[in-house]
Nanobody, 122 residues
Framework: QVQLVESGGGLVQPGGSLTLSCTAS????????IGWFRQAPGKERAGLSC???????YYSDSVKGRFTISRNNAKNTVYLQMHSLKPEDTAVYYC????????????????WGQGTQVTVSS
């Protein structure tokens, strides 16, 4: 059973950058893929990006070209580098693990972090 702990959220101005981290602990034999999701108030949780154990990466159209996902398996940590941030990026950001291939569906992921707030405002 993998446990995920997130960090790195905060307040940033439009056009700025921020990097989020997701660190896994406990058993990690099922640490096959990590996805990043976000949820704004009153809206559904949406998939943003996913990285497989072999480092294949996937992005939603809303963040493609601006966000970069990566992982350091030795540190059991996945990162989300966010650039050119916009006010519409404001949301709670979550990481989640899946013991299979990458997916963008909330129901496919079995373990979730606590979420970290990202606010983009002038």
């Amino acid at each position: 059973q993998v446990q995920l702990v997130e960090s790195g959220g905060g307040l940033v101005q439009p056009g700025g950058s921020l990097t989020l981290s997701c660190t896994a602990s406990g058993f990690t034999s099922d640490y096959y893929a990590i996805g990043w999701f976000r949820q704004a108030p009153g809206k559904e949780r949406a998939g943003l990006s996913c990285i497989s154990r072999s480092r294949s990466t996937y992005y939603s159209d809303s963040v493609k070209g601006r966000f970069t996902i990566s992982r350091n398996n030795a540190k059991n940590t996945v990162y989300l580098q966010m650039h050119s941030l916009k006010p519409e990026d404001t949301a709670v950001y979550y990481c989640a693990s899946r013991d299979y291939y990458c997916s963008n569906l909330v129901g496919d992921f079995g373990s979730w972090g606590q979420g970290t707030q990202v606010t983009v405002s002038s």
